[in-house]
């Protein structure tokens, strides 16, 4: 009887015990809704201090695209980074989570001396009124002393017509902006017109808007009706004469030659014959021999385009022009010509010395028999590695002249690499940096040569079957989660 007494206390002191156990599970706070809310209302506490203080310190978003959309490159800091005057930048009518103000201010931790503020035509009318932003409308100042550029919100994006693709180019036009407000001249380069099909509306668009991004003033020269080469030119490009040059046109360039000036030459290949007595005299002064009829194709696979002898891979050679691009994966040229070079001694009496930018690879050749459809070089055909971009520098009492010349010109043209893809040859591999960079150099700003950002941000549209996945992934998914939580909770009280 004792025993089973003891049994009993014992079995009784353990089933209070379990139920002691119970009753401390039950009232834990997990399962208690007020602290449950409370604990929720913590979390989110929690959350938004911490997306609040992360606003206040600045941080450098987490870019996750590829192409690093969201994040300042190098280039730009490059570019700003050694500027020694205020610049004050406004944005009026963005919202402070605006990618485009998280962009510009990464400037502020490249440079102190860049000033980033979001205000509103009511909060700074003054500004709003001095500089013509209507109060319903986006735009962004950049003021630094005198000098000011307005963008407005379309400034910040491009179209391709071709292809249905919005571009976004707010860091190009930034930075663009500080350095034009910050530099007491920019540098001007004109186009010479009358000559060539190409011209800065008619093939080049692209190439004008990355001009203008780049910090320069570009003009169209009539140089019979103006009969010189002005004063204020930093380099003169040259597009595929097609015709000769006029005496008025040949005496212009030439002066503007002795006098020190420098020019960009692009030639593409020629197909007939033609008479250009004036343009062979004006190369002939920087030791370039006529251009030949031919163009010069690829046997080697991957030196060439999707299978295309005519599309050709170059090698760029290391140069000051060259030298962010050398190791890069170089440019596509097309139907492109050799450079004809005189020998050392011709150039040495010319006061001339040359360096090679642009060379194709020792497996290409010249076709000059247009009949001929073989992909292989045939008998007669020259088959070396040509030059088909060089520099040559001129020296003129106490004057030097620089040309920069390419055997090719549709590498910077709108035209359309292949009908499928639609995209324009100046923004494959680094053809716009190769061209941005010889005008850089004729410029002389050395300093404004470098590798650029691709094209842009192309807008993301989704489909119909994808837009029901993100609809489901941001709207199911987290009531399913709240779902199952509401049912659990029913599930622990039920067993209270």
């Known amino acids: 009887m004792k025993k089973e007494k003891i049994d009993k206390k014992q079995e009784k002191e353990k089933t209070e015990k379990t139920n002691k156990f119970i009753e401390i599970i039950k009232k834990k706070w997990l399962i208690n809704s007020s602290k449950t809310l409370l604990l929720v209302i913590i979390i989110l506490a929690f959350f938004i ?45 963005f919202t402070d989570q605006d990618s485009r103000l998280d962009l510009a201010r990464q400037y502020t931790k490249v440079n102190d001396k860049i000033n980033i503020e979001a205000v509103t035509a009511t909060s700074r009318p003054d500004l709003a009124q001095r500089y013509g932003i209507e109060s319903s409308s986006e735009g962004i100042i950049v003021e630094s002393g005198e000098q000011y550029k307005v963008l407005s919100s379309n400034d910040l994006y491009t179209y391709d017509y071709s292809t249905y693709e919005t571009i976004d180019i707010t860091e190009e036009k930034l930075t663009a902006a500080i350095k034009s407000v910050s530099t007491q001249k920019l540098p001007k380069v004109y186009f010479l017109n009358g000559y060539s099909s190409f011209s800065l509306t008619t093939g080049l668009q692209y190439l004008n808007l990355y001009l203008q991004n780049e910090v320069n003033d570009i003009e169209t020269l009539d140089i019979i009706s103006k009969g010189n080469v002005p004063e204020d030119c930093d380099t003169l490009v040259i597009l595929t004469p097609e015709k000769d040059f006029d005496d008025i046109a040949t005496n212009a360039i030439i002066d503007y030659i002795n006098k020190g000036g420098n020019i960009l030459w692009l030639n593409s290949a020629m197909i007939e014959k033609k008479e250009q007595t004036n343009v062979n005299k004006i190369l002939a002064m920087y030791g370039v021999n006529p251009f030949e009829i031919g163009i010069i194709r690829e046997t ?112 910077i043209s709108d035209y ?74 029913i599930k622990r009280r039920r067993k209270k």
Request: aromatic share 8%.
């Open 49 to 93: 201090g911490v997306s609040v203080l992360m606003q206040e310190l600045e941080l450098t978003p987490i870019d996750l695209t590829e192409e690093k959309l969201f994040t300042l490159t190098e280039e730009s800091k490059e570019q700003v980074k050694n500027i020694d005057k205020e610049i004050n930048i406004y944005f009026i009518g």
């Open 300 to 411: 080697n696979s991957s030196k060439m385009v999707s299978g295309s002898p005519d599309l050709i891979i170059p090698e760029i050679q290391y140069a000051d022009v060259t030298n962010k691009l050398n190791d890069s994966e170089g440019v596509i040229f097309i139907n492109a010509t050799k450079i004809n070079v005189s020998d050392d001694d011709t150039l040495n009496n010319l006061n001339v010395t040359k360096t090679e930018l642009v060379k194709t690879s020792e497996n290409s050749y010249f076709r000059n028999n247009f009949e001929n459809s073989s992909d292989n070089p045939q008998n007669g055909e020259e088959q070396k590695s040509f030059l088909v971009g060089a520099q040559f520098n001129k020296k003129i009492g106490e004057v030097e002249s620089k040309l920069i010349i390419y055997g090719e010109n549709y590498f």
């Open 416 to 489: 359309q690499l292949t009908q499928t893809t639609q995209t324009p040859m100046i923004s494959y591999a680094q053809n716009k940096d190769l061209v941005l960079n010889s005008i850089a150099y004729l410029s002389n700003r050395e300093e404004d040569i470098a590798v650029r950002k691709s094209i842009g941000t192309i807008t993301y549209t989704a489909t119909e079957k994808e837009n029901k996945i993100i609809l489901a992934i941001i709207t199911a998914v987290p009531l399913m989660i709240i779902g199952a939580g509401i049912i659990v909770w």
